[in-house]
Antibody, heavy 122, light 107 residues
Framework: QVQLQQSGPGLVKPSQTLSLTCAIS??????????WNWIRQSPSRGLEWLGRTYYRSQWYNDYAISVRSRITINPDTSKNQFSLQLNSVTPEDTALYYC????????????WGQGTLVTVSS | DIQMTQSPSSLSASVGDRVTITCRTS??????LNWYQQRPGKAPELLIYTTSSLQSGVPSRFSGSGSGTDFTLTISSLQPEDFATYYC?????????FGPGTKVDIK
């Protein structure tokens, strides 16, 4: 059974960098049949896909246009996890952040991490 | 990005009722349409993938149908644990998008 465990701070100051980590158990970040995603949820924007990392003989990333200039998602094969960094945050980045696996066999997000509420405030 | 709409945005129903939620996409998505359930304080959970395939462990009272740009989630007989918010999501385009959600509460 695949499980995702998120960690990271819940409070970030404006203009600083939001950093979260998602630890994977029951699968590999290097899997050829999965992609590893970050999604956020807020009352104003609903559920918003932010980006993904995946391995297909080499590492690839895709990012949402809305955050492309500020986001980095990195795999860490030594710890079997992946991370999110979002730079230059503003209060509009306040949201519940989730990591999630997209299994290519079903092209759907399952499972999801437990979620991390990140508040951007001074 | 592919735009998603859902209707209704909320509904009130009783245990045992048949419930239907509709999702519409701004362009054809070749049946790459998924449904999720989110209970308060919890992460979304996958119910249905690629329009009509039931995720393992999900009760058979949930079903999905549709094609092109119009899709439906049906709960045949609403149970107390089904009161939640339901989201559709498309995987046709890499820039994945979600519907705004349909909240199902107790009448």
């Amino acid at each position: 059974q695949v499980q995702l465990q998120q960690s990271g701070p819940g409070l970030v100051k404006p203009s600083q960098t939001l950093s979260l980590t998602c630890a994977i158990s029951g699968d590999s970040v290097s899997s050829n049949s999965a992609t590893w995603n970050w999604i956020r949820q807020s009352p104003s924007r609903g559920l918003e896909w932010l980006g993904r990392t995946y391995y297909r003989s080499q590492w690839y990333n895709d990012y949402a246009i809305s955050v492309r200039s500020r986001i980095t998602i990195n795999p860490d094969t030594s710890k079997n996890q992946f991370s999110l960094q979002l730079n230059s945050v503003t209060p509009e980045d306040t949201a519940l952040y989730y990591c999630a696996r997209l299994f290519t066999g079903t092209t759907s997000f399952d499972p999801w991490g437990q979620g991390t509420l990140v508040t951007v405030s001074s | 990005d592919i735009q998603m709409t859902q209707s209704p945005s909320s509904l009130s129903a009783s245990v045992g009722d048949r419930v239907t939620i509709t999702c519409r996409t701004s362009q054809s998505i070749n049946n790459y349409l998924n449904w999720y359930q989110q209970r308060p304080g919890k992460a979304p959970e996958l119910l249905i993938y690629t329009t009509s395939s039931l995720q393992s462990g999900v009760p058979s009272r949930f079903s999905g149908s549709g094609s092109g740009t119009d899709f439906t989630l049906t709960i045949s007989s609403l149970q107390p644990e089904d009161f939640a918010t339901y989201y559709c999501q498309q995987s046709h385009s890499t820039s994945f998008t979600f519907g705004p959600g349909t909240k199902v509460d107790i009448k």
